[in-house]
């Protein structure tokens, strides 16, 4: 599917219905999300990313097509349960607007889960496609089916594959997936889960439990499943993984939906409880290996959820930047006013740093995606990686959707206008895959257990030893010596206790040290001005002067 050069029409549609110009609601409608988002471009040419095949398209569609209809939804056709036919007969469908379910298939026809599958493109194609859709709902949906087929495809056995697998490769109406692993008393705590697998006679296994927060349910027509082989033990060592479909082989559900969940903000994915009672499933590896499974596979969402929660970031942004040149106060646009420009160059700042960390962690990851239990260091690294990434990205992406909307002012608090709908779902990428105290206990772990930090300091020693900022140079090195105080601190008065402080640190020291190695090698004074300003603001908690505003702010003219 392409859409290039998609027009800019004097009216949009959302789930059928004239909703009037979204260019009054939008500001940035029919903007290309991934080719007019020059800072993306830059970072993916530094990093050697080559498959941007249908990228573009996807970015025309999104400003276009599926954040009108994104809009839509969210405040009109919020998906409802039905529960029970006029015949009486228990049916646990989710139904859902005409326009939300074709945008669904829209986005997967431009391959941001099927390509990873079939080795068109690798995982980076479809960790970027996050960034452009972004949209916390919708792209919730997508994630879950690219974790679905993922765990399948590398896992499940051959005849698992065969039968499943074809389905989220069709190009007509393909498989959507979820992960059902929350339980009422066994959130994070995996080695808490109470679903019990039992093994049938014919290999298959036979699942009963109830799953607390299960997003896409009622749309997903298969999942990837924790539960415990009986007899139940406690402990994460204990976990199985398992792939179940939504329908067993005579066409009968495979488990139910009690009902689905109020919440705050991502309205456009469902969010249910799930009863599962002789649900019909197939192991995923080993029993064994259950708990290296599910990790690997969350391990992909918490990607995702970095850089789409960046990708909200970057709307509130551009809504804000290009409000900002509209709206005037005192006799001058708001941009003209010294103290709006410097609130845009500091978020655009920590944006840009955050977003490249982001990208460099999805690589890491893509590059190590082939490897199993038991792991490389490479791996754990990249692990390492993705938990530091996570929450500096979900944190960036709340902080940033909320004073956007603070710099638009009561309009920005308007559930009529975006910026409220992006700030409600910025919220939940702080939760989602794990909260900031789960992901410190994680990082600590991979940090010290696996070793991973060290090497991660050592790596920073270097490239911090060539750069050619001698400024820079000297404050990120004093940066690095806090860090390793800290780790040191944390061994003797607890890991625990220091755990958070310690991701901070480092992952505003690693953001900040590959922003400045990027700044310098692009030639770009307004990005060496920019990485000065996060380092000094994120990092070192300094002030900014005028001079090094008005520099950094040359970067912020692409997206006028």
């Known amino acids: 599917m392409r ?31 991934f080719s007019q988002d020059r ?14 095949g249908s990228l573009e398209g996807l970015g025309s569609y999104v400003s276009t097509r599926m954040m009108p209809e994104a809009y839509h939804i969210d405040r009109h056709a919020r998906p409802s349960l039905i529960k029970w036919s006029v015949r009486g007969e228990e049916l646990d469908e989710v139904l859902v607007s005409s326009g939300h379910i074709r945008t669904l298939y829209d986005l ?3 391959g941001v889960v099927s390509k990873a599958l079939t080795g068109e493109a690798d995982l980076m194609y479809h960790f970027v496609s996050g960034y452009v859709i972004s949209d916390a709902g919708l792209f919730c949906s997508v994630t879950l089916t690219m974790q679905t087929a993922y765990g399948l495809g590398k896992y499940g056995d051959e005849a698992t594959r065969s039968a499943y697998l074809p389905h989220f490769l069709r190009e007509e109406r393909p498989w959507m997936g979820a992960t059902f692993y929350t339980e009422l008393g066994a959130g994070s705590d995996l080695g808490g889960l109470e679903t019990v697998a039992e093994r049938a006679e014919d290999g298959t296994w036979r699942l009963k439990g109830l799953k607390y927060f299960a997003s896409n349910a009622g749309l997903a027509n298969a999942a990837i499943v924790t539960a415990k082989p009986a007899p139940v033990k406690y402990g994460a060592k204990a976990v199985a993984t398992f792939f179940a479909p939504a329908l ?6 495979n488990w139910r939906l009690l009902r689905l969940k109020e919440k705050l903000g991502t309205i456009t994915v469902p969010t249910g409880e799930v009863e599962l009672n002789e649900t ?33 970031a970057r709307k ?54 082939d490897e199993r239990p038991p792991y490389s260091p490479n791996y754990h690294a990249a692990r390492l990686l993705t938990h530091l990434t996570k929450n500096m990205a979900a944190w960036t992406s709340i902080d940033l959707t909320r004073y956007s909307m603070e710099l638009m002012g009561g309009i920005g608090f308007l559930e009529e206008f975006p910026m409220a709908k992006l700030h409600r779902d910025a919220l939940v990428t702080s939760i989602w895959e794990g ?18 930090g060290w090497n991660l300091l050592e790596d920073l020693n270097a490239r911090i030893s060539g750069l050619s900022d001698q400024e820079a140079r000297r404050k990120l090195s004093a940066a690095l010596e806090g860090v390793r105080d800290e780790a040191a601190t944390a061994v003797r008065d607890g890991v625990e206790l220091h755990a958070k402080r310690l991701l901070t640190l ?47 702010s040359y970067g912020l003219a692409w997206m006028g």
Request: hydrophobic fraction near 40%; charged fraction near 25%.
């Open 3 to 33: 859409l290039e050069g998609l027009p800019r029409t004097n009216a949009s549609y959302a789930g059928g219905r004239q909703t009037g110009r979204m260019e009054g609601i939008w500001l940035s409608y029919g903007r290309n999300y």
């Open 39 to 52: 800072p993306l471009q830059l970072f993916l040419e530094h990093l050697g990313f080559r498959h941007k």
């Open 108 to 110: 997967l026809g431009f």
């Open 248 to 253: 067993r082989p005579d066409g009968r559900p």
């Open 280 to 312: 019909l499933a197939h192991i995923l590896s080993t029993p064994e290996n259950g708990i290296y499974v599910a990790l690997e596979v969350l391990t992909l969402a918490r990607i995702d959820n970095s850089l789409a929660g960046l990708g909200l």
């Open 316 to 369: 509130a942004l551009w809504e804000v930047y290009l409000y900002g040149h509209e709206r005037r106060a005192f006799g001058r646009r708001l941009v003209d006013h010294p103290l709006y420009l410097r609130d845009l160059v500091e978020m655009e700042a920590r944006l840009q740093a955050n977003l490249l960390l982001s990208l460099v962690t999805a690589r890491s990851f893509t590059e190590v995606s």
């Open 435 to 452: 909260t900031s105290n789960v992901h410190s206990l994680d990082m600590a772990e991979a940090f010290y257990s696996k070793e991973a």
């Open 506 to 552: 480092l992952g505003r020291l690693i953001s900040a040290t590959l922003y400045q190695e990027w700044a310098e090698s692009s030639g770009e004074e307004w990005a060496t001005a920019m990485s000065r300003v996060y380092l000094l603001t994120d990092v070192l908690g300094r002030d900014v002067d005028s001079d090094l505003v008005r520099r950094a």
